[in-house]
T-cell receptor, first 115, second 115 residues
Framework: AQKITQTQPGMFVQEKEAVTLDCTYD???????LFWYKQPSSGEMIFLIY??????QNATEGRYSLNFQKARKSANLVISASQLGDSAMYFC????????????FGGGTRLMVKP | DADVTQTPRNRITKTGKRIMLECSQT?????MYWYRQDPGLGLRLIYY???????NKGEISDGYSVSRQAQAKFSLSLESAIPNQTALYFC??????????????FGDGTRLSIL
C-alpha cells in the first residue's frame, strides 16, 4: 500500500487565490512527521513546512499552512494568495518513528498558477 | 555558495560504464542521503548514512554503492550503468535533532542519462 498518496497529478489556480494540495498518509506508528517540498522547473527541492504527529496546532510558514487532520490521516498544504512563482511540483513526505529522518515521498502535484 | 553541492550537474554516459556522483556539504550535518527521481514521480531513497562509519541501504539500493569519505562527503557509484538508471539524482543532508522535525536539505540534483 502507498504510504503517501497525492491524488491530484495537476492543478490550476488563479493568481492571488488560495489553493489546497491534498496529501493522505498511512502509518501505524504514533510518532511521525509530515513535510512538504516544492520543486520548481529548475529541479531543486525546497523545504516548505513541517507538521509533527504530536503537534497541537496546524503548522504555518508565511503563505503556507498545513491542514492537519489526524483522524483522517491527511496533511493538506494550503497556499494563500497564489503567485506566479508558486508554479511548481509539490511533494508531500513522511518520516515514521524517529528512524533517522528518512522520508517517504508521494508522487507529487504539479501546480500551475494562471495570471 | 550552495550548502549541499552535487557534481556533476549533468552526465551522459554509455551502458556498462562506471559512474560516480559526488556530494559535499558545508552544513555540518552528520546525516546524508541519496535519492533518485524518475520523471513524474516522487523521490526514492537509495542509500543513507548517519555518520562516517554508518552506511545503510534504502528502498532501491540494487545496482548502486556509496562511500562516506568524510562527514562532509558522500558519493554514489553505479558500478555498471544501465539505461533504467537514467534519472535525476539528489543528495540530501539533515541534522540529527531528537524531535525528528529536522528537514532534509537537498542539493540541486544530478541529471544522469545512460544510453
Amino acid at each position: 500500500a502507498q504510504k503517501i498518496t497525492q491524488t491530484q497529478p495537476g492543478m490550476f489556480v488563479q493568481e492571488k487565490e488560495a489553493v489546497t494540495l491534498d496529501c493522505t498518509y498511512d502509518t501505524s506508528d504514533p510518532s511521525y512527521g509530515l513535510f512538504w517540498y516544492k520543486q520548481p522547473s529548475s529541479g531543486e527541492m525546497i523545504f516548505l513546512i513541517y507538521q509533527g504527529s504530536y503537534d497541537q496546532q496546524n503548522a504555518t510558514e508565511g503563505r503556507y499552512s498545513l491542514n492537519f487532520q489526524k483522524a483522517r490521516k491527511s496533511a493538506n498544504l494550503v497556499i494563500s494568495a497564489s503567485q506566479l512563482g508558486d508554479s511548481a511540483m509539490y511533494f508531500c513526505a513522511m518520516r515514521e518513528g524517529w528512524a533517522g529522518n528518512m522520508l517517504t515521498f508521494g508522487g507529487g502535484t504539479r501546480l500551475m498558477v494562471k495570471p | 555558495d550552495a550548502d549541499v553541492t552535487q557534481t556533476p550537474r549533468n552526465r551522459i554516459t554509455k551502458t556498462g560504464k562506471r559512474i560516480m556522483l559526488e556530494c559535499s556539504q558545508t552544513k555540518g550535518h552528520d546525516r546524508m542521503y541519496w535519492y533518485r527521481q524518475d520523471p513524474g514521480l516522487g523521490l526514492r531513497l537509495i542509500y543513507y548514512s548517519f555518520d562516517v562509519k554508518d552506511i545503510n541501504k534504502g528502498e532501491i539500493s540494487d545496482g548502486y554503492s556509496v562511500s562516506r569519505q568524510a562527514q562532509a562527503k558522500f558519493s554514489l557509484s553505479l558500478e555498471s550503468a544501465i539505461p533504467n538508471q537514467t534519472a535525476l539524482y539528489f543528495c540530501a543532508t539533515s541534522d540529527d535533532g531528537l524531535d525528528g522535525n529536522q528537514p532534509q536539505h537537498f542539493g540541486d540534483g544530478t541529471r544522469l542519462s545512460i544510453l
